[in-house]
């Protein structure tokens, strides 16, 4: 059985196996002497004496002169002989530590892979020392706890396990607090002799040492080898450990060095990554800005036209052909609206969110679905998390998102699996609240998976996506100050495991008591008639015409102007109770042609009506805002300009 233990530094503590009692032979060498008359000759060699011979007649007579001269050449052949077997040895010896230090060396400079490392430290040192285990414990940074790092027994690898330096009552916790070395030839039998009082060594085998591992002058650890044959290792066997200790602590701490350098590499490609996304989805937005506006000023016509036409007496099969025209814009208008919300154009209505709630309701709202798919929903969220400021509609379009895209990958694998959501604050990242969605199904492929966020790429047949879905949640998450992303199990060190984990990181708002002001009511000098007098300031005639269409049978008068200088000069013309104005136009724009009228007639400017049908950047945001003046998204319906006819007409009641 393997006995726990680690080593140190220093060469004190080492607990030698007592000598056996050495016998006399007087009685033989004077029996001897007085019986045979012989002398004994000496082994020599050098000069040195390696032992001795003695001669034995059992005949009655006395060794003569010419026995003795025999004996001594004999000795003096097999002093030199012994002399150089143990030269010999010693040099066989010396030659196989110095193959073993410099294969160690080969390893250390060739690889910074510390499993292999200690791999081949491990087969060196326990086959130059027959030895039967070997053992590598590492001190934790903290410098309170021993872990395990190599055990080996008998050719096995067994499991590692860790233990507190405050129990000292091992001895590896002994070696690693004193710095000593130990060397026990006996370890069963000289248990009285153990170092401390109170060590615990268990079912020890007979032979142990242990040395420290140093890093200059800071011990990060211990090495030790162990036999179950006394008498097995040596003091020479202690010098070569401590020279491979000293190597492996070196080679350890250019493993985590390196270790550490990769993992600050990862984190820099992945920061690297995300700029180089969220650079791409800025331009893309950009483009996108301007392709919705353009979709939206069409769309608003066909729509408002295709309701103006239904409004008529027409034959059913007329009117079933614009409810499809209808129908068909409004496709389009939903399909330009993602696009939008893709480009981030709409600001989070910030308020008070249950993360853990929204998830609950996202995940009830396609609980059938999810039953029916054969998906199996396991829920870890975790307790008692705070609530933050967010916009709780459009996070929930975010994990209704992520989670049919799981139960859509693993049914079509393995005809459904299992979805897990948790929710968790990591402990690396304070202040932020993670969500994860982790499935069971195929994984992404590795060549895709820093395209998935990409606009319109989608690997779902024709028909079945956009490639809008994943793009407008990297939109929702970035508005909010987080994160999202990607990774298979693999790649999060989970072995073999298939699947793909979702990770949303969102930044923690402490709730706060916000109080919104009261929006600026219309200017109440209004004419007391019903009549509505009305200023369209947009570049679209199709726009233009739609709200005559609209307010013109109500008895209201509308003026258009297609640019913001023409309608400056109605404006000094005429008082207009209505001034619908978009945004975006060529020459004067919408947020400058209300600067300058709120600047000469701020009376007036209290009448605007804005229209936007571009991406309603943060800029445009921050504008309208501060006006506190009414929006209208393109493409808008008729219901959307009558009721603000219909407000305004009741202002002046």
């Not at 709630?357 to 829920?379: F, S």
């Not at 008082?575 to 004067?588: A, N, R, S, T, V």
Request: net charge negative.
């Amino acid at each position: 059985m393997f006995s726990e233990g680690l080593p140190t530094s220093g060469q004190r503590g080492s607990v030698r196996r007592p000598s056996p009692n050495k016998r006399t032979f007087g009685g033989v060498l004077d029996h001897i002497s007085r019986e045979d008359h012989g002398r004994l000759p000496s082994l020599l060699s050098r000069g040195a004496v390696q032992g001795a011979l003695t001669l034995l007649i059992r005949q009655n007579r006395t060794a003569t002169t010419e026995d003795l001269r025999f004996l001594s050449s004999i000795g003096n052949q097999l002093g030199v002989a012994l002399e150089n077997a143990r030269l010999f040895t010693k040099t066989q010896r010396r030659s196989m530590e110095l193959n073993v230090i410099n294969t160690v060396m080969q390893e250390i400079t060739q690889t910074l892979a510390l499993d292999e490392i200690l791999d081949c430290i491990c087969e060196q040192t326990t086959r130059l020392m027959n030895a039967e285990s070997f053992f590598v414990g590492l001190l934790n940074e903290e410098g309170d706890e021993i872990h395990a790092r190599v055990i080996v027994d008998k050719g096995e690898r067994l499991e590692p396990f860790s233990f507190p330096m405050s129990d000292g009552n091992t001895l590896t916790s002994y070696i690693v607090a004193t710095g000593e070395s130990l060397l026990f030839y006996d370890l069963q039998a000289q248990r009285a002799n153990l170092p401390a009082p109170g060590l615990i060594v268990g079912p020890a085998p007979h032979a142990w040492l242990g040395v420290p591992m140093m890093l200059e002058d800071r011990i990060i650890g211990a090495m030790s080898i162990q036999s179950y044959t006394p008498d097995r290792f040596t003091e020479a066997d202690r010098r070569i450990l401590s020279v491979i200790a000293g190597q492996t602590a070196i080679a350890i701490s250019k493993a985590r060095l390196f270790e550490e350098l990769e993992t600050r590499m990862k984190q820099l490609q992945d920061a690297q990554a995300r700029l180089m996304q969220s650079e791409k989805m800025a331009a893309l937005g950009a483009l996108v800005s301007g392709v919705a506006h353009e979709l939206n000023n069409p769309l608003t016509a066909v729509i408002g036209y295709a309701q103006l036409l239904q409004l008529r007496d027409l034959d059913d099969d007329i009117k079933r052909d614009l409810q499809r025209i209808y129908d068909g814009a409004q496709r389009s208008s939903q399909i330009a609206n993602d696009l939008l919300t893709f480009a981030r154009s709409y600001k989070p209505q910030r308020s008070p969110v249950d993360i853990n709630q929204a998830l609950q309701q996202t995940l009830a709202l396609q609980a059938y679905e999810m039953r029916v798919h054969n998906t199996k929903i396991v829920t870890d969220l975790l307790p008692d998390l705070l609530m933050t400021m967010a916009d709780p509609h459009r996070l929930k379009q975010v994990f209704l998102n992520l989670i049919v895209n799981a139960q859509q990958a693993m049914e079509g694998a393995k005809g459904g699996g299992i979805l897990t959501v948790r929710t968790v604050r990591p402990p690396d990242r304070p202040g932020t609240i993670r969500i994860e969605f982790e499935d069971n199904g195929p994984g992404i492929p590795p060549e895709i998976l820093g395209r998935i966020f990409d606009p319109f790429f989608t690997t779902k047949e024709v028909g079945k996506g956009t490639g809008l879905g994943l793009s407008i949640c990297y939109g929702i998450i970035t508005e909010h100050g987080g994160t999202i992303w990607a990774e298979n199990n693999v790649e999060r060190g989970k072995g073999a495991e298939s699947g793909a984990i979702f990770i949303v990181d969102l930044p923690f708002v402490p709730v706060k008591d916000e109080k919104s002001g009261d929006e600026q009511s219309p200017d109440e000098a209004v004419q007391d008639e019903e009549i509505l007098r009305i200023l369209v300031v947009d570049d679209e005639p199709d726009v233009v015409e739609l709200i005559r269409r609209v307010a013109e049978p109500q008895g209201h008068h509308v003026e258009k102007a297609s640019d913001g200088i023409e309608a400056l000069e109605l404006l000094g013309q005429n008082d207009f109770q209505i001034i619908f104005c978009d945004l975006k136009m060529p020459g004067l724009s919408g947020d400058a042609l209300y600067e300058r009228v709120a600047k000469e007639r701020p009376e007036m400017a209290q009448r605007f009506v804005f229209i936007s049908g571009d991406t309603f950047n943060t800029e445009s945001r921050a504008f309208v805002a501060l006006t506190g003046r009414s929006l209208i998204m393109k493409p808008f319906s008729i219901a959307d300009i009558q009721g603000i006819l219909d407000e305004w007409v009741k202002k002046k009641k």
